[in-house]
């Protein structure tokens, strides 16, 4: 079993900065990609930004020049560095990994919890 856990997140004002991280833990032989998604109140969840083995990284384009997804591999660990924020990022943030399990042929994705980040104008 894999489990995600988030960190950071909360409120903060509008231009400011926060940093969000997920640490992956359990049978972990290999993590593929990883993900942030959002959903915002009365809206579908959306995938914000993608960080593939190998360095490729992806961005919505809300939030290119703005919001850094980055991994520390070592520590199966993604970041979401995300400044210059505005009121319209307020959403619960998910991350996501796409991880190859310990026996297992293909990957899986598992989800973390998520974490509220709320931007105040």
């Known amino acids: 079993q894999v489990q995600l856990v988030e960190s950071g997140g909360g409120l903060v004002q509008a231009g400011g900065s926060q940093r969000l991280s997920c640490a992956a833990s359990?049978?972990?032989?290999?993590?593929?990609?990883m993900h942030w998604y959002r959903q915002a109140p009365g809206k579908q969840r959306e995938l914000v930004a993608t960080?593939?083995?190998?360095?490729?990284?992806n961005y919505v384009d809300s939030v290119k020049g703005r919001f850094t997804i980055s991994r520390d591999n070592a520590k199966n660990t993604v970041y979401l560095q995300m400044n210059s924020l505005k009121p319209e990022d307020t959403a619960v943030y998910y991350c996501?990994?796409?991880?190859?399990?310990?026996?297992?042929?293909?990957?899986?994705?598992?989800w973390g919890q998520g974490t509220q980040v709320t931007v105040s104008s």
């Open positions: 996501a990994a796409d991880v190859v399990a310990w026996g297992s042929l293909g990957h899986m994705r598992y």
């Open positions: 359990g049978s972990i032989f290999r993590i593929d990609a």
């Open positions: 960080a593939i083995s190998g360095g490729i990284t």
